[in-house]
């Protein structure tokens, strides 16, 4: 693993976390609709999931078996069958000194309380017999009116995702349409005049485009994002201005790869100020991608414009990208990252958050991916994510690991 460079006097700006957290405060959610069905799976809610009645709603049976009244459980321990009930069916009161089939999930009996497992006893035609031995408690295997919830309990809270539990969770609420908010459209610019889009035979002071692949497949990881193809931009002030004032108009969250630093030709900063756009951070103290950039528009489309190198384009769009992403989603928390452990003991620069490539070793594990910087694109492959490593510490340690798909 190459050795971070030393942190300069330049390298003293705003560390990530309180930069990311002033801008998600001026970011909104986008509007809501209603999906039906399946479609509506991994969404976001847009209003809080509750109980419309008791879970269950009456007393059922938690086995297949009789149900009966304890106190009239007879010496000779022998009860006459009067009936059966089945799941989905309205049961009749239960007559003094008879017991009742049912089966799992079938209404309990009106002066039932107690449920014997038909395993446990033994059946002789339209009578049961019970084992001397056998133990009859009142309220065995029935289950009672809202022991699961009650009306109004709260199931899933409005910014929570829509997963197979809570799909069905709807479903038995009558929900069949759940509001959701729309799924984030999420607008792509790739500058820069060195960057083939076309994957015609580059020269050799030619690059293919990398960033934009690499942008689509970490937002098409996640169902509450609609990505849009990458729109390919020279460094010319005036192309790049047309091509961000049309993705504003139509996207929800834009994302722009290179011309964000300060170069001659790096234009991006300008035009942004010159659209209306309000810069809430330019430069953090990390490494890799101190150059990016963080705004929102006049009407409140966050835009992240990422340093051009492809390391720190996947590291910034995974690490800052991400929680913007998913605030404007409507998602209320985003899912705590998972703690690895690492033996390496290169520390990051004294001022600057390190984000350095890793790969999984063992299970829990990770180590350093040798790389030669931020354009190194081809330690990359080998890597599973990356770690985040506060200012002048060592990497060695337990440390959050931050995979490539913005739905980790």
């Keep these: ?7 300069s006097a330049q390298d003293v700006v705003e560390a990530p976390t309180p930069a990311l957290r002033r801008l998600c405060d001026l970011v909104n959610p986008v509007a809501t609709e209603s999906v039906a069905g399946l479609a509506a799976r991994g969404r976001v809610l847009a209003a809080p999931l509750l109980l419309d009645r008791p879970s269950p709603a009456c007393a059922v049976s938690a086995m297949d078996g009789y149900a009966l009244c304890v106190a009239d459980i007879p010496a000779a321990r022998r009860l006459p069958v009067c009936a059966e009930v089945q799941a989905g069916v309205r049961a009749a009161p239960l007559p003094p000194g008879t017991a009742m089939r049912v089966f799992t999930g079938a209404m309990i009996p009106a002066a039932a309380d107690a449920v014997i497992p038909r395993e446990q006893l033994l059946e002789q035609g339209d009578h049961i017999c019970l084992p001397a031995a056998l133990q009859v408690v009142t309220g065995q295997h029935i289950r009672r009116p809202g022991e699961n919830g009650r009306p109004g309990h709260l199931l899933v809270a409005a910014g929570g995702l829509i997963t197979p539990p809570v799909l069905a969770a709807a479903a038995a609420c009558g929900i069949t349409e759940p509001c ?24 050799p002071w030619q690059l293919r485009d990398s960033n934009g692949p690499a942008l689509v497949a970490m937002l098409a990881a996640a169902s509450w994002l609609e990505p849009v193809a990458a729109i390919h931009v020279p460094d010319e002030p005036v192309a790049i201005a047309a091509v961000v004032r049309r993705c504003l108009a139509n996207c929800d969250a834009l994302l722009i790869t290179g011309g964000v630093s300060a170069g001659d ?6 035009v942004l100020r010159d659209l209306g756009c309000t810069t809430v951070f330019h430069h953090l103290a990390i490494r890799p991608g101190k150059p990016v950039l963080g705004a929102v528009d006049p009407a409140g489309c966050p835009i992240l414009a990422l340093p051009g190198n492809p390391v720190s384009v996947m590291v910034t769009a995974r690490r800052l990208a991400a929680p913007v992403l998913r605030r404007r989603a409507g998602l209320t928390a985003m899912p705590a990252a998972e703690l690895v452990a690492i033996a390496d003991p290169i520390a990051a620069p004294a001022r600057l958050t390190w984000f350095p490539l890793v790969r999984r070793t063992v299970p829990g594990a990770v180590a350093l991916v040798t790389g030669m910087g931020s354009g190194d694109w081809v330690s990359a492959t080998a890597s599973d994510g990356f770690i985040e490593v506060p200012p002048g510490q060592s990497a060695a340690g337990s440390r959050r690991l931050y995979g490539w798909t913005l739905a980790d």
Aim: aromatic share 10%; no cysteine.
């Design 1 to 7: 693993m190459t050795q971070p460079t030393p942190a």
């Design 180 to 203: 959701v908010y729309r799924r984030v459209r999420v607008g792509l610019i790739v500058t820069g005049g060195e960057v083939l889009t076309d994957f015609a035979p580059p020269e």
């Design 265 to 270: 030709y790096d234009f991006v900063p300008a």
